[in-house]
Nanobody
Framework: QVQLVESGGGSVQAGGSLRLSCAASGFTYTISLYCMAWFRQAPGKEREGVASISGGGGTTYYDDSVKGRFTISRDNAKKTLALQMNSLQPEDTAMYYC?????????????????WGQGTQVTVSS
């Protein structure tokens, strides 16, 4: 069965950095067919897309709130997804989830994803 396991969360002060990782396993099809993405959900708020990356890694998409601060990347040989987060702000505090799905066009809307991880907590203090 497919598993997505996130790691790398933690507590940092504003302006700091964290690097999240997502280890994927159990895919029926080659992982390069899957769009992968990072989402986050803060307490009392809906889950929102942060960034996504196409199957081959050549195209990335970012929400305006993280453009220029976060970088999404993937290593299909290692079956991993990463999110480098710089210049973190208190409003970035949330549970972060990775997701994988097969789409005509990769995106970071929260609907239609085939697989989700359990999440890793990121807390940014001011």
């Amino acid at each position: 069965q497919v598993q997505l396991v996130e790691s790398g969360g933690g507590s940092v002060q504003a302006g700091g950095s964290l690097r999240l990782s997502c280890a994927a396993s159990g895919f029926t099809y080659t992982i390069s067919l899957y769009c992968m993405a990072w989402f986050r959900q803060a307490p009392g708020k809906e889950r929102e897309g942060v960034a996504s990356i196409s199957g081959g890694g050549g195209t990335t998409y970012y929400d305006d709130s993280v453009k220029g601060r976060f970088t999404i990347s993937r290593d299909n040989a290692k079956k991993t997804l990463a999110l480098q987060m710089n210049s973190l702000q208190p409003e970035d505090t949330a549970m972060y989830y990775c997701a994988a799905g097969i789409f005509y066009q990769c995106h970071y809307n929260k609907t239609g994803w085939n697989y989700w991880g359990q999440g890793t907590q990121v807390t940014v203090s001011s």
